[in-house]
């Protein structure tokens, strides 16, 4: 935009800039520099820490030190701190304390302590005054969205002060610890039946708003690759593995760890995840994660009319786009990046194309999507350490596959009636008289549009549909109720055929208005 090159010269009036800092390597420079601008920023050093195909090898060496190396505060502030957050002395919650921290972030710092029982546990510490050095930069980060808005001709497509404010809230919820052990209990709760990832215990009598306690994990560090091999971890199985975890929190749960860069993530001996550091955390509703795994099951199954098709209905492209002319653009982008390992693709530049594709459409970022984004590059540039060689294709595509069709079909209308049984059963006694008000509508005509114009007769067929579907699901809901009250009504150790047989029918006829919608 240019907007600061008059006011350029100026800068070099401030006795600050006449001591030169040349004689230090660039990347070195650069770290210094985010660390010195504050967390906004090394949060962004944090990021291209986990894509070394995207920057040179001298400047990634600085950025890893972003991770968890960035310059602590003292041990003995962090210990008033917590006193303060307690109200009392570090004696009645710790039989040992270590005052030396043994990891420190942008947001806070984390020290190695013991419990009254002698339960080994990390405590993590909010930064002093972090708080007001975030809303000024992110008073700073509005202002420039406000600029771009105005001076930018594509800013309306990238929506900048939507995102600013998405990244306020996200920020803002960092600094809450007691959300952080929040988010790290239901993640622990998500996976209680699976062996990939282990997620610490929090100790939510010992957490405070800035003060949070876990349990200690055993480790080592994801970016350390010979100690993985000397351990005799399968990196293949291991990067897989990584793959596995992110689907599976991202489209099974719709809440997903959304700050995988190396520094919060430990391997056990025996391959198993250990995830630390979870102020993060994306979600996705229902309705983006069928349009993104239909988007990525197209692209798996090179599909690329689906894919347009997709983005056609979820409003993320305009709606007269010619769906033949979409199809084409996202083919000339995607179809030479397959059958490539993760070694030979760059998907920054896969990105750099699919954004000139999205300008070209006039498509507009989506904001709920962009820690989702975030997360997947990192979820590459992991992958990359790894197990260069690891087929995202391949890996990604059965798990979509047999989520789609957990989603769609009747298996997907059964559980979701065996979901809204127990709000069936209250409802009931108003069903019959709700069904008649609406048959009556339906048979007397009172739901139909009657004119000549196109948009309103797609409306009025869209209606008729409806209508039909919703008589499906009135009587399908009928139905299981009539089952209900004969199941209840029957004799102790038996069931009326007629029972069985209306809630077959039931299921039957709202499994068939569930795939009409669909």
């Known amino acids: 935009m240019n907007l600061g090159k008059p006011w350029g010269k100026l800068l070099g009036f401030i006795p ?290 689906a894919v347009a098709d997709a983005h056609i209905r979820a409003g993320w492209v305009p709606a007269d786009t010619v769906a033949e002319d979409f199809e084409a653009a996202v083919r000339t982008v995607c179809e030479p990046i397959f059958a490539k390992p993760i070694s030979e693709i760059s998907f920054g530049v896969v990105l750099i194309d699919l954004l000139s594709v999205a300008r070209r459409f006039q498509m507009p970022v989506q904001p709920q999507l962009v820690l989702l984004q975030k997360t997947l590059l990192n979820i590459e540039g992991l992958g990359r350490q790894l197990y260069a060689e690891l087929d995202l294709w391949d890996t990604a595509k059965p798990f979509l596959e047999r989520w789609m069709s957990e989603q769609i079909g009747p298996r997907a209308a059964i559980k979701a009636i065996r979901r809204e049984l127990p709000n069936l059963a209250t409802m009931a006694p108003e069903v019959p008289a709700l069904a008649h008000q609406l048959l009556n509508r339906i048979k007397n005509d009172e739901m139909i549009f009657r004119t000549q114009d196109k948009e309103i007769q797609l409306l009025r067929e869209q209606m008729q549909t409806s209508a039909r579907q919703t008589r499906s699901l009135v009587s399908g809901i009928g139905l299981i109720v009539l089952a209900i009250v004969l199941g209840v009504s029957a004799s102790p150790g038996s069931t009326s055929l007629l029972s069985w047989l209306s809630g077959f029918v039931g299921v039957i006829l709202i499994a068939s208005s569930w795939l009409r919608k669909s």
């Open 16 to 305: 600050k800039r006449w001591r030169s800092h040349h004689d230090l390597p660039r990347g070195e420079r650069l770290r210094l520099a985010l660390e010195e601008l504050g967390p906004v920023f090394v949060k962004f050093g944090q990021v291209l820490s986990t894509r070394p195909d995207l920057i040179p090898a001298d400047i990634h060496r600085e950025m890893t030190k972003l991770q968890d190396a960035v310059p602590p505060f003292p041990g003995e502030q962090a210990k008033q701190v917590i006193e303060a957050a307690y109200g009392d002395s570090l004696e009645q919650h710790f039989s040992s304390f270590e005052l030396d921290p043994i990891a420190s972030a942008s947001v806070a710092q984390v020290h190695y302590a013991n419990l009254l029982d002698g339960t080994e546990v990390v405590v993590k510490v909010l930064r002093p005054g972090i708080a007001e050095i975030i809303d000024r930069d992110i008073a700073l980060l509005h202002t420039i969205a406000e600029l771009v808005e105005r001076y930018w001709k594509e800013a309306p497509r990238f929506k900048p002060r939507e995102l600013v404010s998405d990244y306020d809230k996200t920020i803002h919820d960092e600094l809450n610890l007691m959300r952080e052990a929040a988010n790290a209990s239901q993640l622990k709760v998500n996976f209680a039946d699976s062996d990939l990832i282990h997620v610490p215990a929090v100790y939510f009598d010992h957490c405070r708003r800035n003060v949070m306690v876990m349990e200690r994990i055993y480790g080592i560090s994801i970016r350390d690759i010979d100690a993985i091999k000397a351990a005799g971890i399968d990196l293949r199985k291991l990067a897989h593995d990584g793959v596995e975890i992110f689907f599976t929190q991202a489209f099974r749960d719709g809440f997903f760890h959304a700050d995988m860069h190396p520094g919060n993530i430990f391997v056990a001996e025996d391959g198993q995840y250990r995830a630390v550091d979870f102020g993060i955390m994306g979600t996705l509703s229902d309705v983006d994660k069928r349009y993104l795994a239909e988007n990525l099951l197209g692209f798996f199954h090179r599909d690329y009319r």
